[in-house]
Nanobody, 115 residues
């Protein structure tokens, strides 16, 4: 059973930064890809960023240049460094991992960007 636990969310002012972490059970080297999604109130869940086991990354256009996804296989964690945050980044952020074709989700962490 894959377990993912997100942390690091909170309230931040526009232009600020936050770092989200996702701690995974087992060796994340087997999880491919890993990703961050987000869901704003009244909207569908959307893909924010993905990272493959070899380190290749991909980002939604809305976060390119502002967000950075990284993974530490030794610590079994995936992080999302978010900078230049905007009010429209407000959402619940979810960690996702794919193992043998099955996707697993964390419980989510709230990010609120507001002055």
């Amino acid at each position: 059973q894959v377990q993912l636990v997100e942390s690091g969310g909170g309230l931040v002012q526009p232009g600020g930064s936050l770092r989200l972490s996702c701690a995974a059970s087992g060796s994340i080297f087997s999880y491919n890809p890993m990703a961050w999604y987000r869901q704003a109130p009244g909207k569908q869940r959307e893909l924010v960023a993905t990272i493959m086991s070899g380190g290749r990354t991909n980002y939604a256009d809305s976060v390119k240049g502002r967000f950075t996804i990284s993974r530490d296989n030794a610590k079994n964690t995936v992080c999302l460094q978010m900078s230049s945050l905007k009010p429209e980044d407000t959402a619940v952020y979810y960690c996702n991992a794919v193992l043998r074709g099955i996707g697993y989700w964390g419980q989510g962490t709230q990010v609120t960007v507001s002055s």
